[in-house]
Nanobody, 125 residues
Framework: QVQLVESGGGLVQAGGSLRLSCAAS????????VGWFRQAPGKDRESVAV????????SYADSVKGRFTISRDNAKNMGYLQMNSLKPEDTAVYYC??????????????????WGQGTQVTVSS
């Protein structure tokens, strides 16, 4: 049974930092691209960052470039999203997702095979 479990969300003041983690089990993690997505109330789910399965190439939404960093540790079956200089507009539920042999260009939610349950990130002004 495949599971993706996010952790690390919470309440933080603007300008602060959070590190989200995604623990994967039940799949050959090193062959999956990992994407972080977010969904704010009343808005569509959007891609935040993606890391490819092979070379670890990355892509970021323009709104988070220079502030967020995606990474992975295949030995631990873990994905991470380091979020710095957080803004109130970053408030959303954050999800990690995985797609087999995916590239850093996989930014559409429909491309992903597996999803976590989400973790809430709230940034106060």
């Amino acid at each position: 049974q495949v599971q993706l479990v996010e952790s690390g969300g919470g309440l933080v003041q603007a300008g602060g930092s959070l590190r989200l983690s995604c623990a994967a089990s039940g799949l050959p993690f090193s062959t999956y691209a990992v994407g972080w997505f977010r969904q704010a109330p009343g808005k569509d789910r959007e891609s935040v960052a993606v890391i490819s399965w092979s070379r670890g190439s990355t892509s970021y939404a323009d709104s988070v470039k220079g502030r967020f960093t995606i990474s992975r540790d295949n030995a631990k079956n873990m994905g991470y999203l380091q979020m710095n200089s957080l803004k109130p507009e970053d408030t959303a539920v954050y999800y990690c997702a995985a797609v087999r042999f995916g590239s850093y260009q996989n930014t559409r939610p429909s491309a992903y095979d597996y999803w976590g349950q989400g973790t809430q990130v709230t940034v106060s002004s």
